[in-house]
Structures are given as C-alpha cells and as structure tokens.
C-alpha cells in the first residue's frame, strides 16, 4: 500500500500496487510480513502533518513476520526467525550519540515507514541489527498468526510507552509512585499495565466516559476527563495527546521535582503558562523515537508482565480504511493489517 502524495486522509492515499520482492542489500534481511499494526504517526504521515523524508513510501513500522532472506554479511542462519520491526530503521553507528546508546538521537537515524519502506505490503527489507528476536514466552497459547497479530502493537505504542516511562523517570524501582496517563488510547494502554507490574499507581485523564470506564476496568487508581480535579498530585506524568494543552495540564498536575514526558512526534503548540507552573524542579522532556535497546528491553519485560493488547484485523488491503477510522477516533486498541 503506496503513499505517493500526502494529503486528507478522507481520500484513498494509499495505493495498492504490486511489485517484485525486493532484494536485502548489505547487512539487510527480508522479512515476509504477517501482521503489521496501525499507528497514528502513520496517519500523520499520510495526511502530511509530519512533512515527507521520501516519495513514494510504503507507510508501516509495527511489523511482525519471518526473515525469508538474507544479504551479504549476514548469517543465513537468521532465515526462518520471527522477527518484529519497530520504528527505529538505523543509525550511523559512530557518533557520539551511537556510542552512547542514544541512538535515537544519531543526526542521520533512520526510522521505518518515514525514511525506509515499512510494514503496510507483504514482503519488506530491514536491517539486520533492526530485526528483533521476538520473545518466546509471550502468550504460549496463541498460534503462530495469532502471535504476531497480537504482538505487533507492541513494536510502537509499546516499546515507545515504555521509553516514555524511562523519560519520565519510572522504572521497576518507582512502586508506589503515582503516575499520570493523560490520554487512554493503544499506547497508555500497554503503559499502565507496565506501571502496574511494577508496582506504579496509574492515575489516567482522559476525553471520553468510555475511556475512562475501561481505565477504571484495566485497574487504575483513579481515572477521570479532562475537566475533573485529580484527588492527588502526582510524581510524574506522560502526555500521548498531541495537544499543548493537555502537556500544560499535566504539568500543574505534578508534585514538587515531578517530570512530564511528551509521548508525542508532533504537538500542535504549547500555550503560555505561569513559570510558578514549572517552579520548584518540575520538568517537561520529550521523547524522541527509541533506541535497539528499548525494544529489546521491553520485549524481554512483555511475557513476565503479561502485557495484553487489544486490536480489530483489516485485511492490508483495506489499510485505507483504517486511517480513516483512527482520524475519526472509531477504533478500541489498535487496528492490525494482516497479510
């Protein structure tokens, strides 16, 4: 499903071609694409809020499938291994950035979807060291289809969730701490129940009574909308909404020394605030994409956790379709194009 012109997602942006299989390069794998879960940097995309890296480009970066092929120096051995592409494509891998593990931030990072062709088709290439090994101990009962259905929203709203969290200074060290998830959608789904494991009291503000009935339902603290007063002040804060507004919210909404972290690639503006709003160290960081590490690190975490996701199957080639709902905020979980 090819992008070739951003524009309104309400017309039919991407186009369903076909094509050989392409061949992996140097250090490349192809990977025979199972299911490949929708995000709204996706939509974002396609409706030209985020501007164009390349033209035409196959949209897609939470991708589950099985390297079919190899390229040179890399070992065959890998043919037949599940693997998940996430949005991290690559980096340079000698800056100082890469040497310090931070290769979110590399000047010439890649990401899949925006700069290399993504998961939205049948068959597409990636780097080596950018396709994961996938865990084996999440959810031993499902089939192998069922599997990789299930665990591609892992490979954005999860694995960026749980760099969110790092951000916002929470880990498996913060029991008791209290938390806020402003916005309840895919990804402060897989967030809250991360926090919980840890033993993290989810605090979730949200738009909608029906989001807030299912945070209430998936076990946390409090949950409320927007307009509502939160019972407590809270330590840290992560914001999904690409709102300024909402990040101003959270931002009054914290204790002394408290962080929000803006779980957000692109935000429509940050209205003035009152400085006594950010006094006493309180912090607003963004996060910016996530490094091999992150999705290493939570893919490791999601079996012990027991992490869920929730998702509806679309065909691919109604991928169409599923933008369309997602603009319309018609979806619960994520929307999954299978192959």
Not at 169 to 177: P, R, Y
Request: proline fraction near 5%; hydrophobic fraction near 40%; charge should be negative.
């Amino acid at each position: 499903m090819l992008l070739r012109e951003p524009g309104s997602e309400e017309q039919d942006r991407l186009e369903q071609i076909t094509t050989a299989l392409p061949e992996p390069g140097r250090g490349e794998v192809r990977v025979a694409v199972g299911a490949c879960a929708v995000c709204r940097t996706d939509l974002q995309i396609v409706s030209g809020d985020l501007p164009a890296h390349r033209l035409p480009i196959v949209p897609g970066h939470q991708v589950v499938g099985v390297i079919e092929a190899v390229g040179p120096e890399v070992e065959s051995s890998r043919i037949g291994q599940a693997v998940g592409v996430s949005w991290f494509a690559g980096s340079c891998g000698h800056c100082a950035w890469c040497l310090e593990g931070r290769q979110n931030l590399c000047e010439q990072a890649e990401f899949t979807g925006w700069y290399r062709d993504g998961g939205y088709t049948t068959s597409m290439l990636a780097r080596a060291d950018c396709a994961f090994e996938l865990p084996a101990d999440y959810r031993p009962e499902l089939t192998g289809e069922q599997r990789a259905v299930a665990l591609s929203p892992l490979l954005c709203g999860g694995v960026i969730g749980y760099r969110s969290l790092r951000i916002a200074e929470v880990d498996a060290a913060s029991a008791g701490l209290r938390l806020g998830l402003y916005g309840y959608g895919a990804s402060a789904t897989l967030v809250m129940q991360v926090a919980k494991f840890w033993g993290v009291e989810p605090y979730v503000v949200t738009r909608s009574e029906s989001e807030v009935e299912r945070a209430l339902a998936a076990g946390a603290a409090w949950a409320g909308t927007y307009d509502q007063p939160l019972p407590v002040r809270l330590n840290s804060a992560i914001t999904f909404a690409p709102s300024g507004d909402v990040v101003v919210s959270a931002l009054k909404s914290l204790e002394r020394g408290g962080t929000v972290a803006v779980n957000a690639i692109h935000l429509d503006r940050v209205p003035e605030f009152n400085y006594d709003d950010l006094w006493w160290e309180r912090s607003i960081r963004s996060v910016a994409n996530v490094t091999p590490s992150d999705v290493r690190e939570f893919l490791a975490l999601v079996g012990p956790a027991g992490v869920q996701t929730v998702y509806e199957e679309l065909p691919l080639a109604q991928a169409n379709t599923a933008l369309r709902r997602l603009s319309a905020g018609d979806v619960s979980g994520s929307f999954v194009l299978t192959t």
